[in-house]
């Protein structure tokens, strides 16, 4: 599956733990991305004792920037521009 992919099916992020969740394209499962600006991780997010996310893969990314607010997380890379509502 392609980074490009992934972000076009994100749909609510934790813009303070730069985490997406997505439903895969290809199985519609309910997923998790972690995001950085050199890498994008494949994976699950456990919440116990604290959040945290647990990677099962990972891509390097280069010309990916990412930028979060308390509205959501602003994604750049190849050349489009991704927005991912904050989750309430």
């Not at 890498?39 to 893969?57: Q, T």
């Not at 509205?71 to 509502?85: M, N, P, Q, T």
Request: proline fraction near 7%.
């Amino acid at each position: 599956m392609s980074v490009e992919a992934v972000l076009d099916a994100a749909d609510v992020s934790w813009p303070a733990q730069h985490w997406l969740s997505f439903n895969c394209p290809s199985c519609q499962e309910p997923s998790h991305v972690e995001v950085s600006e050199s890498r994008v991780s494949l994976g699950e997010i456990d919440g116990a004792p604290g959040p945290c996310f647990i990677p099962s893969s990972s891509v390097g990314v280069q010309e990916f920037s990412i930028r979060s607010s308390g509205i959501g997380i602003s994604i750049r890379y190849a050349k489009k521009l991704w927005f991912v509502k904050a989750r309430k």
